[in-house]
């Protein structure tokens, strides 16, 4: 989720100053966040969410450390013990239900992995005058493939959607979504607020770098085993609780409120992943520090040689191709 604070460029500046260390590539990198910061007032959105139905999951499954082992399969004892620790960890900053919670994922990875998996398809856009062949062929040849290989669908879809309640912050609309059962990203209503192509294609890669994050999390992974999806979560949220981790400019993941403390870090966590990674390809002069680095690389790029700052310029370049062509005489 995503959301627009009371006063948004002083809290970016408050945590501007934190993050980047070079004084040329952080002069860079505000004129550049100022300027998309500028876009997303416009659009008065918003969200941009995991998936809720996997969220709400979390509180109702009750199984235990022992059970989920056995469920691993794993026979070596130093492995078990490990992974014990590890779930161990993790109960006691999310509650025993987070026990739960990663077993349904991985469930779900699993009957996913079986679905023959097509090429992405991109749908919907053309109600925004877009051409959907023109968006899939700048995502298809600028973000990793391995990290688009959890992806089978993006669509837009002109429909208006409720924030889910979750997060308690005061934003209105949900922006875009994962669906963790299908694959797909979702966008909702809210690009049409912007008047010009160029800030609704700006906008809508924005946001889908962010939900490529999520695509690519400990939950929605297909292809991961259980034992990867606790020391994903678990690293992750070491990395967050360290001090000077990263926060987005917008102040989102902090703003995000829940009277229990273990799911509000839960999500706050889901959220700071999201943000490591949309942060990541959309803004790349930003300068994580080397344990986000590590986690990127690790977890993101499955180890993929990947230009973050070469790819965004290319994707810039489709922009431009696209802004040159006028859709309606294309179809
Ligand atoms: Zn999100």
Redesign the pocket.
């Known amino acids: 989720?995503?959301e627009i604070l009371d006063n948004p460029l002083e809290q970016y500046q408050e945590i501007e100053s934190k993050t980047a260390k070079n004084e040329n590539k952080k002069e860079k990198w505000t004129a550049k966040i100022r300027k998309a910061l500028s876009i997303f007032i416009a659009t008065g959105l918003v969200t941009?969410?995991?998936d809720p139905v996997l969220d709400s999951k979390i509180y109702f499954n009750e199984n235990h450390i022992g059970k989920f082992i056995e469920y691993t399969g794993e026979d070596n004892e130093i492995k078990q013990l490990e992974m014990e620790y590890r779930l161990k960890e993790l109960c006691e900053k999310y509650s025993v239900n987070i026990v739960g919670f990663l077993k349904t994922a991985d469930e779900g990875a699993r009957e996913n992995r079986e679905k023959e998996k097509g090429p992405l398809k991109v749908e919907g856009f053309e109600s925004l005058g877009i051409f959907n062949e023109d968006l899939k062929e700048m995502w298809d040849e600028t973000y990793p493939k391995n990290a688009l290989n959890e992806v089978s669908r993006v669509a837009y879809i002109s429909k208006s959607k409720q924030n889910v309640g979750d997060y308690n912050i005061s934003g209105q609309m949900m922006a875009a979504g994962t669906n963790i059962l299908s694959n797909e990203i979702t966008f909702f209503k809210s690009l049409e607020g912007h008047s010009k192509k160029k800030d609704i294609i700006g906008t809508a890669d924005w946001f889908f770098s962010?939900?490529l994050g999520?695509m690519n999390d400990w939950a929605h992974t297909d292809n991961l085993t259980p034992e990867e999806r606790i020391e994903f979560l678990q690293e992750v949220t070491q990395s967050f609780l360290m001090e000077g981790s990263f926060r987005d400019v917008l102040g989102y993941v902090d703003s995000i409120n829940n009277p229990d403390q273990q799911k509000q870090l839960f999500y706050k966590v889901?959220?700071y992943w999201?943000g490591l990674c949309e942060y990541y390809f959309t803004f790349p002069d930003i300068q994580f520090n080397s344990l986000e680095t590590a986690l990127i690389e690790k977890w993101l790029l499955k180890g993929e040689k990947f230009d973050n700052l070469a790819m965004k310029e290319k994707r810039v370049g489709y922009v431009k191709k696209m802004l040159e062509t006028n859709y309606y005489d294309k179809k």
């Open positions: 989720m995503k941009l969410s995991a962010h939900e999520h889901g959220e999201a």
